[in-house]
C-alpha cells in the first residue's frame, strides 16, 4: 500500500524551511500553514490499518471514499475563529488539521464492501480487510 504523492517531495520542504523557517522577525504575519496528518499504516494477516493523527476535529468532520483503487481521506471542515483577545495572533502555527486530504493507493486485494472506520482519541483508523487467499498450501497425489 503506497501513498499518492501530487507534488515533489524535496522541492516544498526546502522551500518552506530556506524561506519561511523563522517566522518571529515577519512584520505582516498573515499566513497559515496547513499540516497534514501523520500516517501509520500496518499490516498483518486479515487486513491493513491505517491510522491517521488527527487531534481536535469530531467524525463528522472526515470524508473517507473509495474510488477505483484509490482511497482519500479528507476534512473540509471551516475555519473558526478561536481568537478571544484581538491583540493575540498566532506567530507560527504548526498543527492546523481543519483541511486535508490524504490519498493511498490500494492493492488488488482489499474487499472495500468491508471497509471500517474508527475515530477515538485524536487517532481516525481505517481497517482495510483483505480477500481471503485460497488455501497455501495443497496436497497433490501422485498417480
Given amino acids: 500500500m503506497k501513498t499518492v504523492n501530487k507534488n ?5 520542504g526546502l522551500l518552506d524551511n ?15 500553514t ?3 496528518p501523520a500516517v501509520n499504516i500496518i499490516e498483518n494477516f486479515p ?10 476535529l469530531q467524525k463528522e468532520d472526515f470524508s473517507i ?6 482511497l482519500k481521506i479528507s ?6 475563529q478561536t481568537e478571544e483577545n484581538n491583540d493575540s495572533r498566532f506567530r507560527k502555527r504548526e498543527f492546523n488539521y481543519q483541511s ?13 464492501e468491508d471497509i471500517q472506520a474508527n475515530y477515538e482519541n485524536g487517532i481516525l483508523k481505517i ?8 488455501a497455501l498450501k495443497k496436497m497433490v497425489e501422485i498417480s
Avoid: M
Fill in 127 to 134: 481497517t482495510l480487510p483483505k480477500e481471503e487467499k485460497k
Fill in 75 to 80: 476534512s473540509k471542515k471551516a475555519k473558526e
Fill in 65 to 70: 471514499e473509495v474510488e477505483e483503487d484509490t
Fill in 8 to 12: 515533489s517531495i524535496w522541492l516544498p
Fill in 34 to 36: 496547513f499540516s497534514i
Fill in 47 to 56: 487486513n491493513f490499518v491505517v491510522e491517521l493523527a488527527v487531534p481536535g
Fill in 100 to 112: 486535508f486530504e490524504r490519498s493511498f493507493k490500494l492493492p488488488e486485494n482489499i474487499k472495500t
Fill in 18 to 32: 530556506l524561506l519561511f523557517d523563522n517566522k518571529l522577525d515577519v512584520l505582516n504575519n498573515n499566513y497559515e
